[in-house]
């Protein structure tokens, strides 16, 4: 059972243009909410991470937004540089006290940006 | 900060053989340690949570004697692919987590082929 369900699939977009990768889950106790980005051969590499207390979180080029009464959370990638041209993960956790936080990832997008 | 490695990055071994791949955390102490398998074009899959000086947590259907894990110090777990078979060909990462942050840092992963 998926418990965090990406979409698109893929997505081609121009250099500097917008690029937007949503995500939804269906775990209500889901407390932590990172955007992951991989390039091929390569670990994942966390970029955002979002609480549901807070509906946007901005770092540099990368925005979350989260939608609690939807259950949904989105990647927004500014300016989008053919450096970007990865594989996005979305994934949450429940984070209990004192650590082993086990996140449930989603499939991955893969974002092409051309120039 | 946050730097986590592997080693190897990537090993060839004959089927019926044992490896063992080593993650490492390289600025930071983790108590708490993840190992995935990850298949071309597919989303990570976790296989067990490694907590320094106690026994891993297995996923579902991950076989425990198969994937031995170690978490011997706070910077150091190791996963050991005993009598490794084709089908264990796959990329193995690894993740760390930083304290209480929740936040996981990946390493760049191991690249497995049995022969």
């Known amino acids: 059972q998926q418990q965090v369900k990406q979409s698109p699939q893929s997505l081609i977009v121009q250099k500097g243009g917008i690029s937007i990768i949503n995500c939804a889950y269906e775990n209500t106790a889901f407390d932590y909410f990172p955007w992951y980005q991989q390039f091929p051969g390569k670990g994942p590499a966390l970029l955002i991470a979002?609480?549901?207390?807070?509906s946007e979180k901005k770092e540099g080029r990368f925005t979350i937004s989260f939608n609690k009464s939807a259950k949904q959370f989105s990647l927004h990638i500014m300016d989008s540089q053919p450096g970007d041209s990865a594989t996005y993960f979305c994934?949450?956790?429940?984070?209990?006290?004192?650590?082993?936080?086990?996140?449930?990832f989603g499939k991955g997008n893969q974002v092409v940006v051309i120039p | 900060g946050a730097v986590v490695s592997q080693h190897p990055s990537w090993v060839i071994c004959k089927s019926g053989t044992s490896v063992k791949i080593e993650c490492r955390s390289l600025d930071f102490q983790a108590t708490t340690m993840f190992w995935y398998r990850q298949f071309p074009k597919q989303s990570l899959m976790l296989m067990a949570t490694?907590?320094?000086?106690?026994?891993?947590?297995?996923e579902q259907g991950v076989e425990k004697d198969k994937f031995l894990i170690n978490h011997a110090s706070l910077t150091l777990s190791t996963l050991t692919v005993t009598s490794a078979h084709p089908e264990d060909s796959s990329f193995y990462i690894c993740?760390?987590?930083?304290?209480?942050?929740?936040?996981?840092?990946f390493g760049p992963g191991t690249r497995l082929t049995v022969t």
């Open positions: 490694s907590n320094e000086g106690s026994k891993a947590t297995y």
């Open positions: 979002i609480r549901p207390d807070v």
């Open positions: 994934a949450a956790s429940n984070t209990p006290p004192g650590g082993n936080n086990r996140l449930a």
């Open positions: 993740s760390a987590e930083q304290g209480q942050s929740y936040e996981q840092y």
